[in-house]
């Protein structure tokens, strides 16, 4: 499932973006070509609610590396103005999770949004069957 969220993530960048920007979700061992993003998810945490209802919190990163050269801020403001709209409601299994905090900043000159997608999940519980119950009985000391 955690990996719904983040495949989630980059279905909506690339529904915004289209192919015309690489959208990494693993480090590579060599440089980023820029302009380029970069998402994985950061923190999870599963927490039972009321009987097998648990919530489960989801804080993950986008990261956008902006073309070397030229106005580096105003392309990453008007990057992060389509980030807010795409990421603000993204669907995976079929399901629509709207996130629940979003926290953007510049660091040395990379755009990074840290986003929480938190939702429900139900556990399944099995039930253990009776086994078979065989029942005598007496009418008037004669056993049927």
């Known amino acids: ?43 999870s945490t599963f927490k039972q609610m009321i ?20 106005d580096r801020q105003a392309e990453c403001n008007s990057v992060l103005e389509s980030l807010l709209m795409l990421l ?6 079929g399901t629509k999770v709207r996130a629940t905090d979003i926290v953007c900043q510049m660091e040395e000159g990379v755009l990074a949004m840290s986003i929480n997608y938190d939702f429900f999940v139900y556990k399944a519980i099995q039930e253990t069957n009776m086994g078979e119950l065989e029942v005598k009985e007496l009418v008037n000391d004669e056993e049927q």
């Open 1 to 43: 499932m955690l990996n719904n969220v983040v495949d989630g993530i980059v279905a909506a960048i690339n529904g915004g973006f289209g192919d015309t920007i690489p959208i990494h979700t693993e480090v590579t061992e060599q440089d980023f070509d820029d302009p380029c993003f970069f998402v994985r998810l950061s923190n």
């Open 51 to 70: 009987g097998n209802r648990y919530l489960w919190k989801n804080l993950c990163l986008v990261l956008y590396f902006p073309t070397p050269g030229g």
């Open 88 to 93: 603000e409601v993204i669907e995976f299994d």
